[in-house]
């Protein structure tokens, strides 16, 4: 009794040894491969490209609340080449991005994305507001981090590569400063003055109204002409290449001619007073004789 239960015993294991060796060699012939850690990226490898669409680089901005819009897209596609040894090929493939960040200068510590919330690990589109913005000019870095598969004989291995792009921009939202320096809030006898005025900064565009008609767009200083008699009014208008637009103070003044002397009035005033005097002083020379 004991030897037949030994027997089975015996049977057993060996049945299950079977098994386990044939179980063994499928999954070889499955997976011929054996993980051998990492190693360096090669060299052609082709990194994920980066595409920041807001801000456009070397901008300027009205505004301290922007878009930050950013795309990655990565190339998947398996590259084979020849080990140059053998006949077996050597080939690699970027797998999936695994992190991705971006670093703004007005902040210390750099931001990672949410990769759980997109569907792909290759190619993703990315939005986020960025607010309170300080002023002055500013640089944005993103960086993506992928992974990859090399495999070489039966051997394969992962590495890692990463990617950066940058834009560089500026905010003002400050209105430029004008000052009007030719005109002051008083009358002239001269119905042409000059508008001269000074600005703290470089601008797109200048201006002026006159009298609250239609705005007339100058290079520079000007001149007013053809002003009837009475009151005025002018204001300078200023926009910077960021869009803000600053005004100058109105200025109210008033042209008053004077009439001119009447010349004839005069003039016959004098001749008669000539003749007037030039008669007495004949009659007075008559009578001594």
């Not at 809030?185 to 002026?208: G, H, P």
């Not at 009837?228 to 100058?248: K, L, P």
Request: aromatic share 12%.
């Amino acid at each position: 009794m004991k030897k037949t239960v030994m027997s089975i015993i015996l049977l057993s294991i060996l049945l299950a040894a079977a098994m386990i060796d044939a179980q063994c060699v499928s999954f070889s012939r499955a997976n011929p491969y054996f993980y051998m850690g990492f190693r360096a990226p090669p060299e052609d490898v082709e990194l994920p490209k980066i595409n920041v669409t807001f801000p456009q680089n070397n901008t300027i901005l009205a505004t301290d609340t922007i878009p930050l819009s950013f795309d990655i897209s990565m190339n998947t596609s398996k590259h084979i080449k020849s080990d140059g040894k053998t006949l077996q090929s050597v080939f690699y493939f970027l797998k999936s991005l695994y992190d991705i960040s971006y670093q703004v200068d007005w902040q210390k510590d750099s931001i990672s994305v949410n990769l759980g919330s997109y569907e792909s690990s290759y190619n993703l589109i990315y939005n986020i507001t960025l607010s309170k913005i300080p002023e002055g000019k500013h640089i944005i870095n993103v960086t993506a981090f992928a992974e990859g598969v090399f495999a070489e004989r039966n051997n394969f291995y992962f590495f890692n590569v990463n990617t950066s792009s940058s834009v560089c921009f500026t905010v003002d939202t400050v209105k430029p400063q004008i000052l009007i320096t030719s005109l002051e809030n008083k009358t002239y006898a001269e119905t042409s003055l000059q508008l001269n005025f000074v600005i703290n900064e470089n601008l797109s565009k200048i201006s002026y109204v006159l009298d609250n008609q239609n705005n007339i767009t100058v290079n520079g200083n000007s001149s007013l002409t053809g002003l009837s008699e009475g009151f005025h009014s002018v204001t300078v208008y200023a926009t910077d290449i960021a869009g803000n637009v600053g005004s100058s103070e109105t200025l109210t003044f008033a042209i008053d001619k004077p009439e001119p002397l009447p010349f004839l009035p005069i003039a016959v005033s004098v001749v008669a007073s000539a003749v007037i005097a030039f008669v007495v002083v004949v009659y007075l020379k008559k009578r001594k004789r």
